[in-house]
């Protein structure tokens, strides 16, 4: 289709006042429209096609596992894919984290997370915990929980009456930094903001806090000031409360280690 003309189908599409290619195939770090346009892909590689398109191994993977079983339900079965693919995962986490949970996307992930930490709390006898606090200037997905945690105010602001109240605290934004310091004499405030926070709303009501190691889709790869998530540990392990990296942008070997939080202690 021409260029300038919108799309004439039946996609719903994200801009309707946006032209869309259509894209035929990718190789590598290209895709390649209907017309042979070339198109070097930074908008997949972040989100999910970390290792290119087209890959041989993978092709050959999902072939031999559809020719087996196309799709087990987790609530009846497991498959060996799934068994081998959490020790993987178990094998490149952090230590003590000893199992994966298989969702369909990074929203659900985080809405699983922030389920599984408020039945940890009632489990543990602290049923008053139900409160995350996350981050502005974040984004933790797009469905109604994940976007509660969100610090998007735009994607935020035509949803605020379906959400719930979440806490957010302020970015570790050191190129602009919320206390206006300079690198140099940062003490950390970012990170101390996380304890006011806490007992602002009372540390008896927050089950977990979630951040991205290093923010992705609202700032472009924030990286924490050196100390920051040692301080955000130490304080949460003060007041019980749970945290939760949301590694959907950064994890699996995209910042040069397994998981981002691999480059704090
Ligand atoms: C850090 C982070 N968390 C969650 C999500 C949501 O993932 P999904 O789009 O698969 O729901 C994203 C998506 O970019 C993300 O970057």
New binding site residues.
């Given amino acids: 289709m021409a260029r300038g003309t919108l799309n004439q189908d039946h996609v719903f599409y994200r801009n309707p006042a946006r032209f869309y290619p259509t894209v035929d195939r990718g190789r590598g770090v290209y895709l390649y429209d209907t017309d042979g346009k070339r198109y070097l892909d930074g908008a997949g590689g ?3 096609a970390a290792i290119g398109h087209g890959v041989k191994d993978i092709e050959r993977a999902i072939a031999r596992q559809l020719r087996k079983v196309a799709f087990t339900h987790g609530s009846q079965f497991t498959s060996e894919a799934a068994v081998t693919l959490a020790g993987r995962l178990v094998a490149l986490a952090p230590a003590g984290l000893n199992r994966a949970y298989f969702v ?7 809405e699983t997370a922030v389920k599984l930490a408020r039945q940890y709390q009632v489990d543990r006898g602290q049923p008053s915990r139900f409160k995350v606090i996350s981050r502005w200037t ?6 109604l929980g ?1 976007l509660a945690l ?1 610090g998007h105010t735009g994607r935020r602001q035509y949803y605020l009456p379906l959400i719930g109240h979440t806490p957010h605290i302020v970015p570790a934004y050191c190129y602009r930094c919320p206390f206006g310091l300079a690198p140099a004499a940062c003490a950390l405030d970012c990170a101390a903001d996380l304890e006011k926070t806490i007992l602002y709303e009372g540390p008896e009501s927050v089950s977990a806090f979630i951040a ?1 190691p290093v ?3 609202t700032a472009g790869a924030l990286v924490p000031p050196s100390g920051y998530f040692r301080k955000i540990r130490e304080i949460c392990d003060r007041y019980d409360v749970l945290f939760i990296a ?5 994890g699996l070997g995209r910042t040069g280690k397994a998981f981002a939080v691999d480059h704090w202690d």
Wanted: hydrophobic fraction near 35%; glycine fraction near 14%.
């Fill in positions: 972040a989100a999910l369909s996307g990074g929203s659900e992930a985080v974040s984004y933790h997905g797009n469905t994940a969100s991205e923010v992705g889709a949301d590694e959907v942008m950064t």
